[in-house]
Nanobody, 116 residues
């Protein structure tokens, strides 16, 4: 069973920055892709950013230009750098990994709170 461990969630003021980290129990290159999803209370979980094994990235429109997904191969870690945070960015952030089109593994989440 693959485990994904997230960290980095915190309380931050609007306009601030956070960096989330995700460390899988298997090499990040064993997956076709990894991604960060978020879920706010009363809302559906949504994909915020994804990165493929080849390095291609994709972003939710509302975070383009503010969030960056990246990976450190040596540390086997996927990051989500979040800048210019807005209150609507708040939620539980989940790291996920996939072998094909669907997401196969999920982390337990890390909480991001943005105060206005």
């Amino acid at each position: 069973q693959v485990q994904l461990v997230e960290s980095g969630g915190d309380l931050v003021q609007a306009g601030g920055s956070l960096r989330l980290s995700c460390v899988p129990s298997r090499s990040i290159f064993s997956f076709a892709g990894m991604g960060w999803h978020r879920q706010a209370p009363g809302k559906q979980r949504e994909l915020v950013a994804g990165i493929t094994a080849g390095g291609s990235t994709n972003y939710l429109d509302s975070v383009k230009g503010r969030f960056t997904i990246s990976r450190d191969n040596a540390k086997n870690t996927v990051y989500l750098q979040m800048n210019s945070l807005k209150p609507e960015d708040a939620g539980e952030y989940y790291c996920a990994a996939r072998y094909s089109r669907g997401w196969d593994y999920w982390g337990r989440g890390t909480q991001v709170t943005v105060s206005s």
